[in-house]
């Protein structure tokens, strides 16, 4: 209740991207920080709380992005992306293992959550915000 609380004071491109860039930073951090476990204990936990936040609204933004009508059918879409997120991840530990540590996994993580960031930047800044809250552009004098 408090994160959706805080979620709806916010904007959707806010809460996600807050949720990718400390979740990042953190796995990013425990990698890096693997000679003190407790540190990277507490930091793997630390972003795991964030990732419970884009748990919330992770899935938000791509029903919103198409129109109410359409919704049922962009389940299928949504349904496959969901099934591959699934098989990707044990297959890039899988890859990174072969190479690395098991802290490389957790810096790999890290990465991979900060790039989500980059790309969470591009979101439309009104997305899921309320019509009759929507700030409205300023028209250019000129």
């Known amino acids: 209740p408090l994160m959706l609380r805080w979620i ?8 996600v991207r807050l949720g990718f860039l400390v979740s990042g930073v953190c796995f990013l951090g425990a990698g890096l920080a693997a000679s003190l476990p407790w540190r990277s204990i507490g ?24 129109r109410p009508s359409e919704r049922s059918e962009m389940s299928a879409i949504h349904g496959t992306v ?22 490389a996994v957790f810096a790999a993580g890290g990465v991979g959550l900060l790039a989500a960031w980059l790309v969470a930047g ?21």
């Not at 972003?47 to 992770?58: E, K, N, Q, R, V």
């Not at 591959?84 to 540590?101: D, E, F, M, R």
């Not at 591009?122 to 019509?131: A, D, E, K, S």
């Open 8 to 15: 709806r004071r916010r904007t959707l491109r806010t809460a």
């Open 43 to 66: 930091l793997l936990l630390f972003g795991a709380a964030f990732l419970l936040l884009l748990d919330l609204c992770g899935g938000l933004p791509f029903q919103l992005s198409v």
């Open 82 to 103: 969901r099934d591959v997120s699934n098989l990707l991840p044990p297959a890039v530990v899988w890859l990174v293992l072969l190479v690395g540590p098991l802290p």
């Open 122 to 142: 591009r979101m439309h800044p009104n997305l899921g915000v309320p019509v009759r809250e929507r700030r409205r552009p300023r028209a250019h004098a000129g």
